[in-house]
């Protein structure tokens, strides 16, 4: 029966009724945001648009490794240098935190007392301490190094100094094509021999090398092909000229900085992590493999890490988030990322703040989205499939 | 904040909105209520980001709240008791002093090359004595008056002794520390491209970075203002090892600046910074000043107040250039006591001497 309270009482009504005034009370506030910047914008006389893009930036970038930089360039090209490099940082950070935060977690888990130990501290230390002054800290160690001048020689061919480690520079001729052909062939080649063998284990029982042979095509056909078309490839070397070497591959103290603290810091999450979801199998799983005669290695690839991957990947993708929004700090050592470029120094020398600010923001945002989106696919992939 | 303050504010601001056509037009026309609604929040709106006179403003705070460097000797940087001193810092207290009459009647407020122009523009600071260029640009486009030149500078390039430079042309290849955000920054990058020679940045932040990466061997060559190159030398364990190279790429007129549209404002520090410059022109010092309150001299009694309603005109007291010269000095005293030739600073009068005396440093006429 209805109350006298008529409408309201009615459930549709009231759900339609809050939900306008969510909605309503939202585009209020939004209004009022929107209406008090151009105010305030007009009033103190500060011009608006995206004009400046086409511009030029009028400064110098050195670190740009993907793209060449010039003064005259606009602060559109700014944006997409700042790009890059943010996705480098980013990038290689989350693959080597990866890398090291699964082979901690796995330490971590050691029977051996002191590893585990060590491990331990590494990560309530790394973790625990602010991202901002590993990074400082990184730096203020690169920045010791000795002087150019004076550039510790590895191996003859590789120098370290406080302005980064210089590197010969492959440079490759036209025949290297060939080669790049034959290495992506032998890709494909073996991933269509691993699905036909896994369908032959599955039929027969019987194994075949995959990984032996993988490698055989991968590696030593296109080695054979580089020698028999003479060594289409030729080395640049890094030369002291003048004020600093010249040629070569550089990597800059800026940069590794970035990438050791981000990897560093990323990897101790992600040991902990990693080590959450190996325990988080249950031990019957580990004693059963055990009991029917597997090796202890293929415990670990073929019963463990498929079931722990489905507790580590939801985080996983998070931590990789952290990372790629953490690498906006380069600005505390000057390394030439979207913040520091574009959100930084266009900003400043155009005025343009708005404008600035919501392109960056909209540019991690989208970075953020489509790591999430792959990392969701990935998830899927892997999870428990009911047959 | 006083709520009563808030309240009489808010009314200021609701009529300043009441008087600006163009807004009400849009909103208070047409019977629709839910445009009168949003009308109030639009008054509202406005009401909370528009700001009554500066002066008026610095007058009911009771201090001026001035934007300063974080730290350049002789220009802005806390002495060894700990009191904010250097031409720039002695701008500030002009003003302070010109408002209140009482030097210390100001806060000193750090900025770094960037952080700046939003510092002033959103009303943070009242007026920016930060050794900041004038161009064009920044007095336009970012909406801002530049009201006058405190000092004229240059830009320069300090190298290490031991690199054996002795032009700035021969530095193809070198890896130069450049401050972000600033003209120098830009100037930098023109200066190489016409010269057809190469060079990597490296940006820093503040002038401290800068210091640290140059001493450490990171970068060859600091580039900044002259003035900055001769405090960061003078800051150096041993001086002697910093070279500062003979040439100057770029007009630098360093001044203080405001937010454009405040006209009485802009008065009020642009004669602060003239009173000192026409004191120094007519001879009044801070220890003469009592004595000259009797010169024969029309434009001295002028700027003293005791002729003429000088002060009135500008909202301040009759007395306030009189009160600045003595408690802070002509700019000759400020430019000797803090960037001198007897300072650590070492930096002659050159462009920065008054027009009579071979520099152009010349302020209008007081009357």
Redesign the interface.
């Known amino acids: 029966m209805r109350s006298n309270l008529g409408f309201f009482s009615d459930e549709k009504f009231r759900s339609i009724f809050f939900q306008t005034l969510v909605v309503g009370l939202f585009a209020?506030g939004l209004?009022?945001v929107i209406?008090?910047t151009s105010?305030?914008l007009e009033?103190?006389?500060?011009?608006t648009g995206w004009s400046f893009l086409q511009n030029p930036a009028?400064?110098?970038?050195?670190f740009s490794p993907f793209l060449e930089f010039k003064?005259?360039d606009t602060h559109l090209k700014v944006y997409f240098v700042g790009v890059l490099n943010t996705l480098l940082v980013s990038v290689t950070g989350c693959i080597a935190a990866t890398i090291l935060g699964f082979i901690l977690g796995i330490v971590r888990l050691s029977s051996n007392w002191l590893l585990s130990r060590l491990v331990y501290i590494y990560v309530e230390f790394s973790r625990n301490v602010p991202l901002l002054l590993q990074i400082i800290l990184w730096y203020s160690i690169l920045?010791?190094l000795p002087?150019?001048k004076q550039s510790l020689q590895v191996l003859d061919v590789f120098y370290i100094s406080?302005?980064g480690l210089y590197s010969p520079r492959p440079i490759f001729e036209s025949g290297f094509l060939y080669v790049l052909i034959a290495i992506v062939l032998a890709l494909i080649s073996s991933f269509l021999i691993n699905r036909w063998a896994k369908k032959r284990q599955d039929k027969t029982g019987q194994q075949f090398p995959v990984f032996s042979s993988s490698i055989g095509l991968i590696f030593i056909v296109p080695l054979i092909l580089f020698f028999i078309l003479g060594s289409p490839m030729s080395f640049e070397h890094p030369e002291m000229?003048?004020?600093?070497f010249?040629g070569g591959l550089v990597i800059r103290?800026e940069f590794i900085a970035m990438f050791l603290a981000l990897s560093i810091y990323t990897a101790a999450f992600i040991s902990e992590i990693v080590r959450a979801g190996i325990m988080s199998v249950s031990k019957g799983q580990r004693e059963a493999s055990a009991a029917i005669g597997l090796k202890q290695t293929w415990i670990m690839r073929l019963i463990i890490i498929p079931q722990a991957l489905r507790v580590i990947v939801p985080p996983l993708t998070s931590q990789y988030l952290n990372l790629t929004k953490n690498s906006s700090l380069g600005?505390a050592v000057?390394y030439?990322d979207l913040v520091?470029g574009f959100g930084?120094?266009s900003l400043?020398?155009t005025?343009q703040?708005i404008e600035c600010m919501a392109i960056v923001m909209a540019t991690y945002l989208s970075i953020s989205l489509t790591i999430s989106f792959f990392m969701n696919i990935y998830n899927r992939s892997i999870q428990f499939k009911e047959k | 904040m006083h709520k009563s303050i808030i309240w009489i504010n808010l009314y200021i601001w609701y009529r300043e909105a009441i008087f600006e056509k163009r807004?009400l037009n849009n909103y208070l026309n047409g019977e629709n209520n839910m445009k009168k609604l949003?009308s109030i929040?639009?008054v509202l709106?406005?009401a909370?980001?528009?700001n009554a006179g500066t002066l008026d403003d610095v007058k009911n705070r009771g201090f001026l709240k001035c934007g300063v460097t974080t730290g350049l000797a002789g220009f802005a940087a806390p002495d060894d008791n700990g009191e904010w001193a250097g031409l720039d810092a002695d701008m500030c207290r002009a003003v302070a002093v010109a408002v209140f009459g009482d030097r210390s009647k100001v806060e000193f407020i750090t900025t770094t090359?960037?952080s700046r122009?939003?510092t002033l523009?959103s009303g943070e600071v009242d007026m920016l004595a930060r050794n900041t260029t004038w161009t064009i640009?920044?007095d336009v486009?970012?909406?801002f008056e530049f009201v006058g030149v405190n000092f004229y500078d240059g830009q320069g390039f300090m190298v290490p002794s031991a690199l054996g430079v002795s032009s700035a042309t021969e530095?193809?290849?070198?890896?130069v520390c450049i401050q972000?955000?600033t003209t120098t920054?830009?100037n930098?990058?023109?200066f190489?491209?016409l010269n057809g020679i190469s060079?990597?940045?490296?940006?820093?932040?503040t002038n401290d970075e800068g210091k640290e990466?140059l001493f450490?061997?990171?970068c060859?060559v600091y580039t900044t203002d002259a003035s900055g190159l001769s405090s960061t030398r003078a800051a150096a364990s041993n001086p002697d090892k910093w070279k500062v190279l003979p040439e100057i790429i770029s007009k630098e007129p360093l001044g203080p600046l405001v937010?454009?549209?405040d006209h009485q404002w802009g008065d009020v520090v642009r004669w602060s910074l003239n009173a000192m410059i026409i004191a120094e022109e007519l001879g009044v010092t801070s220890e003469n000043v009592d004595a000259q309150m009797s010169s024969n001299v029309p434009e001295v009694l002028r700027l003293l107040g005791v002729e003429g309603n000088y002060g009135e005109m500008l909202e301040l007291s009759n007395d306030w250039a009189y009160q600045i010269i003595k408690q802070i000095g002509n700019y000759s005293e400020s430019y000797e006591a803090n960037v001198g030739p007897d300072t650590p600073l070492e930096i002659a009068r050159g462009l920065n001497a008054l027009w009579t005396q071979g520099g152009i440093l010349y302020a209008p006429p007081f009357r």
Request: proline content about 3%.
């Open positions: 209020l209004f009022f209406s008090t105010y305030n009033k103190r006389n500060i011009a009028g400064f110098d970038i050195s003064s005259t920045i010791q002087r150019v406080n302005r000229k003048g004020f600093n010249k103290p600005i000057g030439a520091h930084g120094i400043n020398q005025g703040a | 807004y949003l929040f639009a709106a406005f909370f980001s528009a090359g960037k122009f939003p523009a640009s920044r486009n970012l909406g530095l193809d290849g070198a890896t972000t955000g920054e830009l930098l990058a023109d190489f491209r060079y990597e940045a490296l940006p820093i932040e990466n450490a061997g990171r060859d937010r454009h549209g």
